[in-house]
């Protein structure tokens, strides 16, 4: 089968891992047969409502060049989609968390943390899904605006998939994990996640085998989003987690089978911080060629949505925890160099009222900056030789103070569109790489599009 549309090449070794206009959020991501690297997830495509009613797959054999497929299945093509239906989110009492956001938004109507189905333009959106390869074919698990969960085939791992077949069950984020004995597993649900042995077929499961509860708000911090995987004889669930508060977290927890039970393990990597009005995080952990990465989402243009795909390094350590690590600029790549061109699209914080925005007519991002106080910060630069001034790109008004590993090194005033050049002074600082932090005051709005630190 062909995908139909023709496919998009971008060579990236930073985050966000693809081009601009590509917001893939919710990625799980698996090396198949054929030794690259698959993200899957759902595809921000909407102005007001999370993903769109199709799906991309973007693959890699060496985190740098990244092949974007077309669109590789549609939500108006599921023959069940029931357009007046709506997602069941919790069954029973609400969670403490759920009552917890429900009285902010009895505090302040104006906030929009959950929508109702009502609300929704029911256009077959199409949620997070997960892949599987078993025995030649590549199995995709879907769930739909609905409420509706599915699978679809296809002969290659970047589709396009059909023969539709819907499951037993009824929620969102779908999971699947192949064990090392060839057991399939599947895995679903919001603030408590169930599990089951998928059939030989990979496409049905019985109902009565189903296990509820693996991991839950009240217990592991789980909010939504399993993920399912093995290093050596341990299962980690990954999951959108809310220790922090809001689920902008991606959490783990631990078991010697994959139904558990799992004991709470702690935070991988938390997105607040990398927008405004940032409220989820969705992802996974993968090895890709010797080296663990997770990957996990950013939202951008000041909304909870148009959500970006990013990667970072990770560590496994010998008692199996799993450290928490920082959002960087970087990504799966080295630091930036000197000389080498830095975007404002690229900054991993965004504090104050900044925030990566979009320009329709020249497809470019950049970074909005529009209030006094606004910092955003960029990880990491490498100082092997130190800079001796930065050349800042934007159009608008603003002073800007920049500091590397909290020490000012330079600044002034932004006055016109163009190109800006700023001297530095860097002779305190004595690491070999820094964190950027510019921080923005006598704002009268400003577009940041790119800096180069040079060295001369």
Sequence with gaps: MKTIEKAQIYHNTHNPLLPPKHHMPDVE???????????????????????????????????????????????????????????????????????????????NPELDYFGTAAE???????????????????YLYFCMVDGSE?????????????SFVRLPCKGIDPAVFLDEDGKAYYFWGQFSANGVMLNDDCRSFDSDRVVHGLVTEQEHYFHEGFSMRKIGNTYYAVFADIEHGKPTSLGYATAKSPLGPFSYGGVIIDNSGCDPSTWNNHGTIECFQGQWYVFYHRSSRNTKINRRVCAEKIEILP????????????????????????????????FGKC???YDAHSGEEYLKVTKDGDRAVFRYLSLKTLPQSVEIRSRGRAGIDICLNDVYVGGGE????????????????????????LVFKQVEELELNSMVFHVS
């Excluded at 290659?156 to 059909?162: A, K, L, V």
């Excluded at 450290?323 to 970087?330: A, F, G, I, R």
């Excluded at 932004?414 to 964190?435: H, W, Y």
Aim: aromatic share 10%; charged share 30%.
């Design 29 to 107: 991501a698996h090396v198949m047969s054929d030794g690259r690297l698959y993200l899957y997830g759902s595809y921000d495509a909407c102005k007001k409502e999370y993903c769109s009613n199709f799906y991309r797959v973007a693959s890699t054999a060496d985190m740098e060049n990244w092949k974007i497929s077309g669109k590789v299945m549609k939500g108006t093509d599921v023959p069940w989609f029931d357009k007046d239906a709506g997602v069941e989110e919790s069954q029973g009492e609400p969670t403490p968390f759920i009552r917890k956001m429900m009285e902010e938004m009895e505090k």
């Design 120 to 138: 929704k333009e029911l256009e077959a959106l199409l949620y997070a899904p997960d892949c599987m390869e078993k025995d030649g074919k590549y």
């Design 150 to 162: 599915g699978v679809a085939v296809s002969e290659s791992p970047d589709g396009t998939f059909g």
């Design 319 to 350: 008692d199996g925890r799993i450290p928490e690590v920082l959002m960087t600029s970087q990504g799966p790549g080295a630091p930036f160099e000197p000389e080498e061109r830095m975007y404002g699209f690229q900054a991993c914080g965004c």
């Design 355 to 357: 925030y990566i925005d």
């Design 414 to 437: 932004i006055t016109e569109n163009g190109k800006t050049v700023f001297l530095l002074d860097c002779s305190r600082i004595d690491s070999l790489q820094a964190e950027i932090e």
